[in-house]
């Protein structure tokens, strides 16, 4: 099992920053990617962004490539997911996601942390 805990939402104007972070725990020998996702009110769980464990390689949804900067820590194993100019669309529950090396989808999940971007 991989344990998830992010942190770092919370309420921020148009135009403004955030960074939010996840901490992994439990066989996080066992990552091999970690990914955000979000989910706003009314409508299904999108892509944010990705990336792999071992090289880093990255990759954005394209409503935020530009904006947004997905990094790691392997050995606080942490991801990190900065937001730049940020919209009142990018309004949402941000979910941290891992996916393991037996695995071809992500299939563990943070409890998720609201951001809410004011126009």
């Known amino acids: 099992q991989v344990q998830l805990v992010e942190s770092g939402g919370g309420l921020v104007q148009a135009g403004g920053s955030l960074r939010l972070s996840c901490a992994a725990s439990g066989r996080t020998f066992s990552i091999a990617a970690m990914g955000w996702f979000r989910q706003a009110p009314g409508k299904e769980r999108e892509f944010v962004a990705a990336i792999s464990w071992s090289v880093g390689t990255t990759n954005y949804a394209s409503s935020v490539k530009g904006r947004f900067t997905i990094s790691k820590d392997n050995v606080k194993n942490t991801v990190y997911l900065q937001m730049n100019s940020l919209k009142s669309e990018d309004t949402a529950v941000y979910y941290c996601?891992?996916?393991?090396?037996?695995?071809?989808?992500?299939?563990?999940w943070g409890q998720g942390t609201q951001v809410t971007v004011s126009s």
């Open positions: 996601a891992v996916r393991d090396l037996s695995h071809a989808q992500f299939n563990y």
